[in-house]
């Protein structure tokens, strides 16, 4: 591309007046110039979605070190770092984005977003206040349940995960989330539907088909729940939902269903084995 636009702005040199040879020379640099945009823009997408998120911290460091001005670039800084799982850097690297000229109200959310990665949920919590609430999207409002849920504030909780299920296209995530939420409340039923939901809308979702079991199993429910699973996946739902057999009291059937684990797996299942031989009593504490 470089060398066909070079090409051209040469020819069509080759036909100007001498006295435009400084004007020429501009054009071939700001021709330049627009390609190497181009160019850094496609760098910095491939950095943030395909590349190793710890190479992309590097580059996007030396990138904000040469040119500190750029939101951009502080930006690039801030999500790589989060695709890092460097929480406590990236809250560093979201401060300062919010704290620039040009900051949006979605780099805000992103900034209480890496709060609560971080455990900080009251400063995320008082981060979200401050966007105006005219500002809704599906991130925001999955944040806003979040912390709801971290207050024990149900009725507030349920509100924004409805609303940030209306928002999505991909609701499978915020759908486990809230079954997780009912979960935690003793609420098996609505828990059980919300999970349910959730593995309609993407069936390889596995944490999702592993809270149904414990939905289920805290019914003393303890047949699987007719989903689509891998045999590894069978094996490991059977297990789950032995482990909660045993939790309410029901050994016996614990027992068997740790066993149909165990025959189940298409490998060694350790974790069932060993469970099954501590309520057999062969290993001793």
Known sequence: MRHSILTALCAAGALTLAGCEDSGTQDVDRA???????DESNLNDV??????????????????????????????????????KRNTE???????????????????????????????????????????????????????????DSNKDWKKADSFYETAVGLTTRPAGVMNNWGYSKLTRGDFEAAERLFSDAIRQD?????????????????????LPVIPMSQEERAQLLYTLGLSAVKQGDTEIGKGLLRDAIDTHPQHFEAAVRSLRALEGNVTN
């Open 203 to 223: 069936d390889a979702l596995f944490t999702a088909k592993n809270n149904l079991v414990l939905a289920r199993g805290a019914q003393k429910k303890y047949a």
């Open 47 to 84: 950095m943030l979605n395909v590349a190793d998120p710890n190479e992309a911290v590097s580059y996007f460091q030396r990138a904000t070190a040469e040119k500190p001005d750029r939101i951009d670039l502080q930006r690039g800084l801030a999500k790589s770092l989060i695709r890092a």
């Open 32 to 38: 330049f110039q627009s390609v190497n945009v181009v």
């Open 90 to 148: 990236a809250v560093s690297a979201w401060k300062k984005v919010v704290d620039s000229e040009g900051a949006t109200n979605e780099d805000r959310v992103d900034y209480a977003d890496a709060l609560i990665r971080s455990n900080e949920w009251k400063r995320a919590d008082e981060v979200l206040d401050a966007i105006p609430p005219t500002f809704e999207t599906f991130k925001r409002y999955r944040l806003e349940a979040m912390i709801a």
